[in-house]
């Protein structure tokens, strides 16, 4: 399975809204409502923010919403904040393939 | 409360085989349902998960990396070791182990990471 597309970087100055894309095929991101994104930053493990496409565990900030048309999962950070500056990557289970697949990530910086 | 920490050696050959052990506590792999999965990132790079054992003792492989992967659990001690042969420069990396549960599809809580460098 490949990785899934992210783009690079994106970057919004504090309070705007931007959001991430992430890439797949129908037999993963499309095919499946398990698309999960991770936030982390600089020398830290991954923290779960999304799961499940559209849902946020427990103690993750509401400025953080996901959602997915087609082949493509979106994460959007709205409010955008300082401590928002970090790595994020989407991630995709297929139960058909019974395989995990991480995104390529993409660099978020708040001008 | 979960958490996880991996260990195991900082520094190996080329060919050698690493061994990294993830110990957990706050959960159990008798549990049904729960699994323990590693996830890898070499320096400046992205997230790539390798493998997953599950309470059941089923496991999951990365198709690309499944030839040289041994996962294996130890519920006695609550830890997963996870073994991978012929270690190779691009091998280096941070491996992170994480828990997950078989009907959730992600995974939620993440050990600190554990970085393996390869070299001669």
């Known amino acids: 399975q490949s990785a899934l597309t992210q783009p690079a970087s994106v970057s919004g100055s504090p309070g705007q809204s931007i959001t991430i894309s992430c890439t797949g095929t129908?037999?993963?991101?499309?095919?499946?409502?398990?698309v999960s994104w991770y936030q982390q930053h600089p020398g830290k493990a991954p923290k779960l923010m999304i799961y499940?496409?559209?849902n946020r565990p427990s103690g993750v900030s509401n400025r953080f919403s996901g959602s997915k048309s087609g082949n493509t999962a979106s994460l959007t950070i709205s409010g955008l904040q300082a401590e928002d500056e970090a790595d994020y990557y989407c991630?995709?289970?297929?139960?058909?393939?019974?395989?995990?697949?991480f995104g390529t990530g993409t660099k978020v910086t708040v001008l | 409360h979960i958490t996880l920490k991996e260990s195991g050696p900082t520094l190996v050959k080329p060919t050698q085989t690493l061994t990294l052990t993830c110990t957990f506590s706050g959960f159990s792999l008798i549990a049904s349902g729960a699994g323990v999965g590693w996830i890898r990132q070499p320096p400046g790079k992205a997230l790539e998960w390798l493998a997953l054992?599950?309470?059941?003792?089923?496991?999951r492989y990365s198709p690309s990396l499944k030839s040289r992967l041994t996962i294996t659990k130890d519920t006695s001690k609550n830890q997963v070791v996870l073994t991978m042969t012929n270690m190779d420069p691009v091998d280096t990396a941070t491996y992170y182990c994480?828990?997950?549960?078989?009907?959730?599809?992600?995974?939620?809580?993440w050990g600190q990471g554990t970085r393996v460098t390869v070299s001669s």
């Open positions: 499940d496409v559209n």
């Open positions: 129908s037999s993963d991101v499309g095919g499946y409502t398990y």
């Open positions: 054992v599950y309470w059941d003792d089923n496991k």
């Open positions: 994480a828990h997950n549960y078989d009907i959730f599809n992600y995974f939620d809580f």
């Open positions: 991630s995709s289970y297929s139960p058909s393939s019974t395989q995990y697949v």
